[in-house]
């Protein structure tokens, strides 16, 4: 058995003006060939898991690229290209091989290219012959196509949001895929199309549950794998919407059944499924009014981890208009402002503009006193298990107690360590009223222990949660929230 595997992936914002090139592949992850080699985080820890199950089968592994990039807007298509050729290339010289098994995020996009994940899996197809299994490992937030379908053998979602199981999605890809290759199963897929357009977190309930079920579904009556599919609501792209896939053993009609019926599931869940967001005005004023903190209102509209720039100053202006005090803002990815700072050095007070400055959806610029007081180069925050780099960070503080944490390596807030790592400096998060991190869901885990209440604002920036309201151009079919009844027309 020989196993080929890549990564290659990146969450495409369509509607952010920032485009994603090869800079930032390579400045959130890139590999040639020997990312097994190096530490574990959500992109390799696949590769990781197909490796081992390869090995301890007695098998030999080819590996080659693995990289992502930071979610933004349309990947350049050099980029794309150049990144895909590289994969094709290395299987090509690999052949012949048993399984490819590719992790990809789902929703990429880049110019010319709707479907990038459908286009590298038919072109792995092309490469590789009608023999070979060829498996595809996909982020739930993902746009399911018909090509994708077509090309591969099994793909198979992630089931959690936040994800916290991409290493057991990924035994489960290889499993299913080798028992394909050697003839003991043969998958077929299924697909059912929602027509929603929603984000549904998974730690809590009726999204807990069903995720419990797919996986009781699995592993008996010859039902293989089920997956859902969320979509991901800000890539315009024919297939936006949320879907469910079944992948059978060799039943096309018990496959579809099965999507059909799970699909009407989580229709019936929609008005219970739907995110209870606050506008930010409404959100900072309830903070500002409970009885005790910190209060932790996230700066969704903001989130880097869904292409956003993550220097919007939508909040910050509401806060200082307010005067609201003891509060902390960030990460705001402001590499200008970094380097002024670190120019000035610790202590030092200056007039600093910040923020405002990626697109119209990050509002104005601001302009601040402040005192510089904490400087920490090549900074970390934790995420999950792992640790994840934000670059440079500077923490300042401008009268009334309001902290802003700037970093210079664009990514969520994910953790409080994040601003906590000011800690020996003197920061003390405990101590404040109202706490402000840019992410929509991941950072949950970690700030919500810390929390007397969690409040989710909604603001103008890049990532527009009014679901019905979004800007679709390329999505032809009708979908709810945008009408009450998309199955109607
Ligand atoms: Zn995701």
Not at 32 to 37: C, F, L, V
Not at 182 to 203: E, F, L, S, Y
Not at 327 to 343: S, T
Not at 480 to 486: I, Y
Request: glycine fraction near 10%; charge should be negative; hydrophobic fraction near 40%.
């Amino acid at each position: 058995m020989k196993t080929f595997i890549a990564c290659l992936g990146t969450e495409t914002n369509t509607f952010s003006p920032i485009p994603t090139g090869l800079q930032n592949f390579q400045d959130t992850m890139l590999y040639h060939g020997d990312a097994t080699q190096g530490p574990a985080d959500m992109h390799t820890a696949p590769l990781m898991v197909w490796r081992d199950m390869t090995e301890a089968d007695g098998g030999e592994v080819v590996e080659s690229l693995a990289t992502f990039a930071q979610p933004a807007g349309i990947t350049v298509r050099a980029a794309y290209e150049g990144l895909r050729d590289e994969i094709l290339q290395d299987l090509q010289a690999a052949l012949p091989v048993d399984l490819i098994l590719l992790n990809m995020h789902g929703a990429m996009v880049a110019d010319g290219y709707d479907d990038c994940e459908g286009d590298l899996l038919q072109r792995c197809r092309d490469v590789a012959g009608a023999e070979a299994i060829i498996g595809g490992e996909l982020d739930l937030h993902c746009s399911i196509t018909p090509q994708m379908c077509e090309a591969a053998d099994a793909l198979i979602t992630y089931k959690e949001y936040p994800h916290i199981d991409t290493k057991e999605r990924a035994a489960e890809l290889y499993n299913l895929c080798r028992d394909a290759r050697i003839g003991k199963t043969k998958p077929v897929m299924a697909v059912h199309d929602c027509r929603m357009v929603n984000t549904w977190g998974t730690p809590v309930e009726p999204m807990k549950a069903f995720v419990a079920r797919m996986q009781d579904l699995e592993g008996r009556d010859g039902i293989l794998s089920v997956s859902f599919a969320h979509g991901f609501p800000w890539g315009d792209v024919p297939c936006a919407t949320a879907r469910m896939l079944v992948i059978a053993d060799g039943d096309d009609a018990k496959a579809e059944a099965l999507a059909k019926s799970l699909g009407a599931e989580i229709w019936q869940l929609r008005h219970e499924t739907a995110p209870l967001m606050t506008p930010y005005r409404e959100a900072l004023a309830r903070a500002a009014a409970a009885p005790a903190g910190p209060v932790v209102v996230a700066d969704v509209a903001d989130n880097a981890g869904g292409g956003a720039p993550s220097d919007a100053t939508f909040l910050l202006q509401e806060i200082l208009d307010r005067g609201l005090t003891d509060n902390i803002l960030g990460l705001y990815w402001d590499p200008m402002a970094i380097r002024l700072c670190k120019e000035a050095g610790l202590g030092s007070q200056l007039t600093l503009r910040i923020g405002g400055k990626c697109c119209r959806e990050s509002g104005l610029p601001i302009d601040l006193d402040v005192t510089v007081e904490g400087i920490i180069e090549n900074a970390v925050q934790p995420f999950g298990s792992v640790t994840q780099p934000i670059g440079d960070a500077v923490w300042l503080r401008a009268a009334g107690n309001v902290n802003l944490v700037l970093n210079s390596l664009r990514g969520q807030t994910f953790h409080p360590d994040a601003f906590g790592q000011f800690g020996p400096f003197g920061m003390e998060l405990s101590s404040l009223k109202i706490i402000i991190p840019k992410s929509s869901q991941h950072f949950y885990a970690g700030f919500a222990p810390i929390a007397t209440e969690v409040i989710y604002a909604t603001s103008p920036g890049t990532l527009n949660t009014d679901f019905g309201t979004i800007g679709f151009t390329k999505l032809k079919t009708p979908f709810w929230p945008n009408v009450e009844d998309p199955y109607d027309s």
